[in-house]
């Protein structure tokens, strides 16, 4: 019932800000051309053929691969063949991390193979694994208060599991373990961490992610086991007897071996402003063990497709509109703040700024985050997308999502679309982000709201910041 | 339409048919028993509980392996925990295979790791694995009619995706690939076939099961793509070029090494006719990958609850019930033929029988296979499970499922059960078969069924030759 009540609250907030909205920051044939821009990006399959041709071609792109490499040249070519004006790429550094393999086995009282993976960053486990009791502790605050050395020679696994919500906000405090655990276990005296998978399927397959270990405390390995593993485990552990487990990961951490990488930026320019920039992002490395179909090569389609449709226009929208593929961002938003350390001079030219890095769903609201008096053109924006089912959030805090914080962070003007997210976690960072997971139809829906939203920013002339 | 029309006259059938019921097989203590055993099956989680012993305790068992001697020695002991009367074991002999690993990797043009799987039964390729061009087959059809020496030195894959249907109907297509088609591929000069799952998921898991090499071809590697893998290969085959896969099996065919496994048996003994049985079978084996809780712990737990609900009333039915957990069925009916080898002499006194082998959802139909003046008797059965949503097939035609379909090709009479078959082939053979894929309250009502079906025909005396 409460949520009910916020529901009803917000949808009546939002129908009243879309008719108070009184500017008019387009023209008629403006308005002309955004329908016949929606309908385009309705009816097309551009973005979804992006996304095939980047999963079949090029397919897992970490940093550090082959695959990212080949990702920024097909990135490159794909921007030239769909129109950009100007296409180019900025070095970006990060350093190596070799995966290997995870095998992770109950040893007693009843022995089972587990499927597991390594945590993105973890270091190995001694070359002939390592065999230890495992101690469950049902969440991270749990394992924060766990007294010191009372792990010493065991192996800490935390069970907590993900909750399934439409915006994603079960993942917050599930991946509190991924990224800290192994270093809060090792400060109890762990020799390793295991993690029930941050996800929401029954999938026998791990979910891997970055894990960030923190200065003075030692490097254990991490690894994170398939949701049904888990279950495994804890059932055994239930019974009351002593768990054993084995496990041994073959990873690689190498912090002085350096990889270079690059953002890739396209533009169309502006026929009036051409050094304003409307900006849209999002990052084209992934996790090396799908095909990155959802995360990000959603993003990746929606942008190109989007900017595409904008460039066969009879003329450019007066500002320009840029496409930044953002490198390394699985492995914490590396390109996106090598961009602002790079663009920083520049920034009060971004105008405004939106990401695409929560997978395949039909976007059902827009959060802005704008000046006061910019808001009467977000009520514009959002009467023309109501109709696709974008609702407008009451609330106007938004600082961009994933890479697009960085550059949120720096006074850039943002919108967030939110997505249907019930369905992410089920594949996310993991072997199961292919191509079959993608949603053609709220492709088309996703590509028609960043198309009108990039148009309505570009030609409107809007001071967003205001 | 058609489908709709059928299903009208079926439903008209069973309720004449049930209303035509006019012999009592039943007293009514026993009818008041009936429901009671009904009452107790669906209020208790006894068949969930056994499967979560079998996957928790032992796991994957498939014959020659560990965990399938591990798996004879906890149903011995289950039986007897649940109230069996007698419990024995019935030596039953097949040959090793190893499965080792499966490596298939996109060689050319667009470099790419595949997910695989070694069909059962298949031999390694060369240690250092085969590379070559692959040529896609739409069906089995294509495959065997392929010209001969067409496929010299080349990988046959047939990219048939199976279809999903409530009855299963999907397998029989899609299986023969996986079972003919590496000796098809061989007459036709190819060095190794690799098809797409047989399965009905997008997972990025492979679906094993057996390939039967035919005598007098060359036996080739068999492995079984995921269906996102078999979508890439076919996405990289339809843009024209030639393509190339590496396939790499460590597999070891070992038909010259017996490993001995076993039939487990147990009865609750008739008070009546004691040499007269009611039979109920599942198989205890399953395969080496996931932890079989669905194929065949749920036929598993549902025999032995079923059973055990009988075992608790103040006395025991006239006739005996007969609970046959069946060794090897997954590599080829092995266990299923040697009972019927062992107890040939003793077919007749093989009152009824019915197998679970089918997975886990509510059952929606029963089909009988007696002689006709037993369908009175079967007509006086559905009414009672009329209640649980079983209706009766119209046709009289079942010889037995799965394994208990050795025993139908000896005359014993059967009665199938089919349930909801829907996502059965989502997990069959693969990882992903695990408890979590349970439907605890269909193995409820699959449980309330059989322990119908079998006080039934062991209480009645009904002779389901006539």
Chains 1, 2 share one sequence.
Not at 106 to 111: E, L
Not at 177 to 193: F, Q, V
Not at 415 to 423: I, L
């Amino acid at each position: 019932m409460i949520n009910l009540k916020k529901i009803t609250i917000s949808s009546i907030i939002s129908v009243l800000m879309i008719f108070c909205a009184n500017a008019d920051s387009l023209s008629d044939q403006d308005k002309e051309r955004i329908l016949a821009l929606k309908n385009t990006a309705l009816s097309s399959n551009l973005a979804y053929d992006i996304d095939e041709s980047l999963t079949t071609e090029v397919g897992p792109r970490r940093v550090g691969t082959p695959g990212d490499k080949l990702a920024v040249k097909w990135a490159v070519a794909k921007m030239k063949q769909l129109g950009f004006d100007r296409v180019w790429t900025e070095e970006v550094i990060h350093h190596q991390w070799i995966r290997g393999t995870a095998e992770a086995r109950i040893i007693a009282p009843y022995p089972q193979r587990m499927v597991a993976i390594a945590l993105g960053g973890s270091v190995a486990t001694p070359v002939d694994g390592i065999t230890a009791e495992v101690v469950e502790f049902k969440n991270f605050a749990e394992l924060s208060s766990a007294e010191p050395d009372s792990l010493n020679g065991k192996i800490a696994y935390v069970s907590y599991r993900m909750e399934r919500k439409i915006d994603g906000s079960g993942y917050g405090p599930a991946v509190k373990t991924r990224a800290a655990g192994p270093s809060y276990a090792a400060a109890k005296g762990a020799i390793a961490l295991i993690m029930r998978s941050v996800g929401t399927d029954d999938d026998r397959i791990g979910h891997t992610g970055g894990l960030q270990y923190i200065e003075g405390t030692a490097k254990i390995p991490g690894a994170a086991l398939s949701n049904p593993d888990a279950d495994l485990l804890s059932r055994q552990i239930a019974r009351g007897n002593p768990v054993k487990v084995f496990l041994k990961l073959t990873a690689e951490r190498k912090d002085d071996v350096p990889v270079t990488t690059a953002n890739v930026i396209g533009e169309i320019t502006g026929s009036e402003s051409p050094d304003e920039y409307v900006v849209m992002g999002a990052h084209l490395d992934s996790w090396d063990v799908g095909t990155g179909a959802v995360d990000d090569g959603i993003g990746v389609s929606i942008t190109l497709a989007a900017t595409h449709y904008i460039a066969n226009l009879p003329q450019r929208p007066k500002r320009t509109i840029r496409v930044i593929l953002f490198a390394a961002e699985e492995v914490g938003l590396v390109g996106a703040k090598q961009y602002v350390k790079t663009h920083g001079h520049d920034m009060g030219n971004h105008v405004i700024g939106a990401e695409w890095d929560f997978g395949t769903g039909r976007i059902y609201e827009m959060k802005p985050g704008v000046g006061p008096s910019a808001l009467n053109a977000i009520r514009e924006l959002a009467e023309l997308l109501a109709p696709l089912g974008v609702s407008l959030s009451p609330k106007n805090d938004a600082k961009g999502q994933s890479d697009m914080s960085a550059l949120g962070k720096r006074g850039m003007p943002a919108v967030n679309f939110s997505p249907d997210g019930m369905t992410y976690f089920d594949y996310h960072h993991t072997e199961n982000d292919t191509l079959d997971k993608v949603d053609a139809e709220a492709l088309k829906q996703n590509t028609a709201v960043y198309t009108i939203f990039s148009y309505f920013a570009a030609q409107s002339g809007i001071d967003f910041r205001k």
